[in-house]
C-alpha cells in the first residue's frame, strides 16, 4: 500500500480541533467557577458580615488590652485581655443594672408618646391648610406602626436569632484578639509570594484605621449621646434620657443615624408644644454642626478621612446589599474598602505615587 493511498499519518499533539475544544471546556469551567464563587458569596453575606464584626470587636479587644498592659505593665496577653473583656462586660452590666429600669420606661414612654404626637401634628396641619397629602403619610405612617406592633412575635424571633448572632462575634472576636498575629500570618500565606508584603501593608492600614475609628467614635457617640439627653432635658421633651440614648447609639450610622435619631425627638416635643418641637430641631441642627465640624473631622484625623459623599452612599448601598447589619458596620467596611483602594489598587496595581490614608509618607 503506497502513501498516497493512505495518507498523511496525523502527528500526536497537533491537531487543532482537539485543542479548540480544550480552550472552549476550560473557559467553560472557569466562568463557571467565577459565577459559582459569586453565587456563593452572595449567599454566605451575613456570615462573611459576621466574621467582619468579629474582627472589628477583636480590634475593640485588643486595643483595650494593649492599653491595659501599657498601664499595669503586666506583660501577659492572656491576662490582658481578660481583663479587657471583663471591664467591656461589667461597663455594659453596670449600666444596665443602673439606667436598665429607667431606659425601659423611657422607651415605654417614647412608645406610648408617638401616636398622640401624630395626631397633634396632623390637626396642626390641617388647621394650617396642608392635611391633604402630608395627612395622608401621616396616617400611612400610624399604620406603619400598627403593623409593626402586631409583629411582636415575629420580630421578638428575629431579636433572639440576633442575641445568637452577638454571642458568636462576641466569642470568635476573644479568640481573634487572644491571637492575632497567627490570624494576620494565616492570611498572609494564602497570598501569592509577590503579594505578601503588601497584604502585611495593607492590613496593617486596617488595624490602625479600625482602632482610630473605634476610638473617635466611641468619644463621638458619648458626647452626642450626652448632649441629646440634656438639651431634651432642658427643653422639657418627654423620655429625653432614652432619646439621648438613641441617639448616642445611631451616632455610629454615617450622616444617616443624627437625622434618624432626631425623628422620634421632635414627634415627641409635639406633645409638649409646636414651639418645643422647633427648638428640639434647632437643638439637633447645632448637635449635627457640632459633630460635623468638630467631631468627625476628629474621628478623620485618627482613622481614615473618607469623603463625606462616599460615607453616604456606602451607607445606602450597605443598607440595600445587607440589610441592618450592613448600615451598622458601613463606616469600617468603607474605611477597609478605601484603604484597599489607595494601597493595593492605586498605588502597587497602578504604580502611582500616593499617600496611603493614614501613613506619613508615601
Not at 106 to 127: C, D, F, K, V, Y
Not at 192 to 214: I, K, V
Not at 279 to 284: A, C, N, S
Request: glycine share 12%; charged share 10%; aromatic share 8%.
Amino acid at each position: 500500500m503506497s502513501i498516497e493511498e493512505t495518507g498523511p499519518v496525523p502527528q500526536s499533539g497537533h491537531d487543532p480541533n482537539r485543542w479548540t475544544v480544550g480552550r472552549i471546556v476550560t473557559a467553560a469551567v472557569a466562568i463557571m467557577a467565577v459565577i459559582g464563587l459569586a453565587w456563593l458569596l452572595v449567599d454566605l453575606s451575613q456570615f462573611l458580615l459576621l466574621i467582619f464584626a468579629a474582627v472589628v470587636l477583636a480590634c475593640i479587644f485588643d486595643a483595650l488590652a494593649d492599653g491595659i498592659g501599657r498601664l499595669t505593665g503586666l506583660k501577659s496577653r492572656g491576662i490582658t485581655l481578660t481583663i479587657a473583656v471583663l471591664v467591656l462586660l461589667l461597663v455594659f452590666i453596670g449600666a444596665f443594672v443602673l439606667f436598665g429600669a429607667q431606659f425601659a420606661q423611657e422607651m415605654n414612654t417614647i412608645g406610648e408618646s408617638i401616636p398622640p404626637a401624630l395626631e397633634q401634628i396632623e390637626g396642626l396641619l390641617r388647621r394650617l391648610g396642608y392635611g391633604g397629602t402630608l395627612t395622608g403619610l401621616l396616617e400611612q405612617g400610624t399604620q406603619d406602626l400598627s403593623s409593626i406592633a402586631s409583629r411582636v412575635g415575629t420580630y421578638a424571633l428575629a431579636v433572639g436569632s440576633g442575641l445568637t448572632d452577638f454571642v458568636l462575634v462576641f466569642v470568635a472576636a476573644i479568640f481573634i484578639a487572644a491571637d492575632p498575629g497567627l490570624h494576620r500570618r494565616g492570611l498572609v500565606l494564602l497570598m501569592p509570594r509577590p503579594a505578601e508584603q503588601p497584604a502585611r501593608e495593607f492590613l496593617d492600614d486596617c488595624g490602625n484605621g479600625l482602632r482610630g475609628w473605634m476610638l473617635g467614635q466611641a468619644v463621638s457617640s458619648v458626647l452626642v449621646g450626652a448632649l441629646t439627653w440634656a438639651g431634651l432635658a432642658l427643653l422639657g421633651v418627654p423620655a429625653a434620657g432614652g432619646l439621648g440614648l438613641i441617639a448616642g447609639l445611631l451616632d455610629v450610622i454615617p450622616l444617616v443615624g443624627p437625622v434618624l435619631a432626631g425623628i422620634p425627638a421632635v414627634l415627641l416635643a409635639f406633645t409638649v408644644s409646636p414651639m418645643t418641637a422647633l427648638w428640639t430641631v434647632g437643638l439637633f441642627l447645632v448637635i449635627q454642626q457640632l459633630q460635623g465640624n468638630f467631631l468627625q473631622p476628629m474621628i478623620q484625623k485618627r482613622a481614615v478621612n473618607v469623603p463625606p459623599s462616599v460615607l453616604l452612599f456606602a451607607v445606602f448601598g450597605a443598607g440595600v446589599l445587607f440589610g441592618g447589619l450592613g448600615v451598622l458596620l458601613a463606616a469600617p467596611l468603607t474605611i477597609v474598602l478605601f484603604l484597599f483602594v489607595q494601597r493595593i489598587y492605586v498605588r502597587d496595581l497602578l504604580g502611582k505615587d500616593i499617600t496611603v490614608a493614614g501613613q506619613e509618607d508615601a
